[in-house]
Each structure stands twice: as structure tokens, then as C-alpha cells.
């Protein structure tokens, strides 16, 4: 991830947090910033997981698409 991607998620993380609960945005931005490094790790365990056994990159992509569209 580039520094560019970066703050681009972090200003709409911020977005977020103010419109969600503008009194106690320090809140909602950090649960969201939680939530963003957990699926960091799980998300490559999972794929690294799912590739290693399967031998390529298909069944991690497929998992990655299902997870973002649900």
C-alpha cells in the first residue's frame, strides 16, 4: 500500500467517524482503525492459507470478492 492509499483511507475514516457520532468521532475512528488492522492480518492469513493449499491465487481473489461484496 502506497502513502497515497493510506491517507486516503485515513481522511475518509475520519469522514466516517464525524458523521457517525460527531461528538465522539476519537471513537468511532478508532474502532474503525481496529477493525481495518485486524482484517489486515486475518485477511493475509486467510489468502496465504487458501493459496499455499491450493497452489495459486484463484480461491484467495474468490474469498476476497465474496467477503467484499457481503
Known amino acids: 500500500m502506497n502513502s497515497n ?5 485515513t481522511a475518509l475514516t ?7 457520532r460527531p461528538g465522539q468521532s476519537q471513537n468511532v475512528i478508532g474502532l474503525l482503525t481496529a477493525i481495518y488492522g485486524i482484517d489486515q492480518i486475518f485477511g493475509l ?3 496465504g492459507i487458501l493459496s499455499e493449499n491450493s497452489g495459486n491465487f484463484v480461491s484467495a ?8 461484496i457481503y
Open 45 to 47: 492469513l486467510v489468502s
Open 61 to 68: 481473489i474468490v474469498m476476497s470478492a465474496v467477503v467484499v
Open 14 to 20: 475520519f469522514s466516517i467517524g464525524k458523521i457517525l
Open 5 to 9: 492509499t493510506f491517507m486516503g483511507m
